[in-house]
């Protein structure tokens, strides 16, 4: 464009305002949108502080719905100014009225709109950078009609690649609809898995069969959606399902089978969170989150197990906690040969008795009660045992076991008693001959 051009357009541009200022309908088309913009404001301001629900700041604990319905309240200001300004502008057009500067006032809401939606409900930092960034232009241009003319541009950058057509468009298109699919898939499952995992009338196998269900559901939809972005043909797919049931059955074996295995493990009950599970190898730990292809166990010291779900299908699995989460445990002790076990035992069960863990009282059955027995006689003394019943696991934070040991300890001092030790006799034969001589 040279200079003369240049200056035609400025000279254009300066009649067509110097037009709209001195016509009187701008500035009634200015006066009716600062009217709806007050009233979209009043409202919106009536509303969130007449309902509780999008006035009450929600606690980290709330149900995901009300936290939903607290972030919707900050779009409502926008959202009212398009309708309102949607009704003016259809309103002048009936009139046979022209109302340009409407019109311009609804782009502009449509970008404070989006920019809320950006605000309001897209928590991480970056996707909310990006889509400001990215989005914002892009709805822009649309606005502006001058997307068209982008798309083109871009699509005319291409590169050949046998019969494979690759054009910028293309690239840009995958990568900014994925991004915004992934980031879509991603908080959707998240609020979907929350409400389920909310429900009251839902025990927690259930919710987190819905919670697989809904992942997975969700996963497909939003694979198909990136496949059409791409241009795949969707019905081609059926040509491609026997090969992608053979790489199934050879290379994605494991996963798969990992996946059903999660599915079954849901389904028969067998395994639930908050359970606490001991492996064939040793490995024990709380069943704190089932994944697609693997199980989190969660051990006493910080630790995260990641266990394939196969592994609780094939192998061989104690739950300690899965029927009742009572627990029966042992104490093993010793008492020379000349105490008065019978006085013993009844000191020592009242001893244990005492802990605040262990299940004791006239209400309880009396094979649940705390019980001291001869085990066995050995070298040194009486070996003892007392068994005692409790809830939870004798392990991390429940160290029962050896809170026990150090309550029968000091109990067996207080009497007297002491805890024998090996002791061997010596006795020398004939002691005569192995006198020296003087």
Request: charged residues 20%; proline residues 4%.
């Amino acid at each position: 464009m040279d200079i003369k051009s240049l200056s035609t357009v400025i000279d254009e541009f300066l009649y067509t305002a110097q037009l709209a200022i001195a016509d009187s309908s701008t500035y009634i088309q200015l006066l009716v949108i600062i009217i709806i913009y007050g009233v979209s404001f009043g409202i919106a301001y009536k509303i969130r502080h007449s309902v509780g629900l999008t006035h009450y700041e929600p606690l980290d604990s709330a149900h995901p719905v009300r936290k939903l319905a607290y972030r919707v309240g900050g779009i409502l200001f926008p959202l009212l100014a398009i309708i309102l300004l949607q009704i003016s502008n259809h309103t002048g057009k009936n009139l046979a009225f022209k109302p340009w500067l409407i019109e311009m006032s609804i782009d502009i809401a449509v970008l404070l709109f989006f920019n809320s939606l950006i605000r309001v409900f897209v928590q991480h930092k970056f996707a909310a950078s990006l889509f400001r960034w990215v989005g914002l232009p892009i709805l822009l241009l649309h606005l502006l009609d001058l997307l068209p003319s982008v798309i083109q541009a871009l699509e005319e950058i291409s590169l050949e690649v046998g019969n494979i057509s690759i054009s910028a468009y293309g690239v840009t298109r995958v990568l900014i609809f994925g991004s915004f699919l992934f980031w879509l898939g991603r908080a959707s499952s998240n609020f979907g898995k929350a409400v389920i995992r909310k429900q009251p009338s839902l025990d927690v196998p259930t919710k987190e069969v819905f919670s697989k269900l809904f992942e997975v559901v969700l996963f497909c939809i939003i694979a198909l959606l990136l496949l059409n972005v791409m241009g795949v043909n969707l019905a081609t797919l059926a040509v491609f399902g026997g090969a992608l049931g053979v790489g199934l059955g050879l290379g994605l074996q494991s996963i798969a089978s990992n996946f059903i295995s999660g599915i079954i493990i849901l389904l028969d009950r067998s395994l639930t969170v908050g359970d606490y599970v001991e492996l064939d190898d040793g490995r024990k730990g709380f069943v704190r989150e089932f994944r697609m292809r693997y199980t989190i166990l969660e051990t006493y010291d910080g630790k995260d197990i990641l266990v394939p779900n196969e592994k609780f299908i094939s192998s061989l699995m104690v739950n300690w906690t899965h029927k009742d989460p009572k627990q029966r445990y042992r104490v093993d002790f010793s008492v020379p040969y000349s105490t008065d076990i019978r006085s013993m035992v009844e000191l020592i069960k009242a001893a244990v008795s005492e802990h605040e863990q262990v299940i004791s009282g006239l209400d309880v059955p009396f094979e649940e009660r705390p019980d001291c027995e001869i085990d066995s006689f050995g070298d040194s003394g009486i070996n003892m045992f007392v068994e005692f019943w409790m809830y939870g696991v004798d392990d991390g934070k429940n160290r029962v076991g050896g809170d026990l040991m150090l309550i029968i300890l000091e109990t067996l001092k207080e009497n007297g008693i002491e805890i024998p030790f090996p002791q061997r006799e010596v006795k020398i034969l004939n002691s005569e001959q192995h006198t020296p001589k003087q």
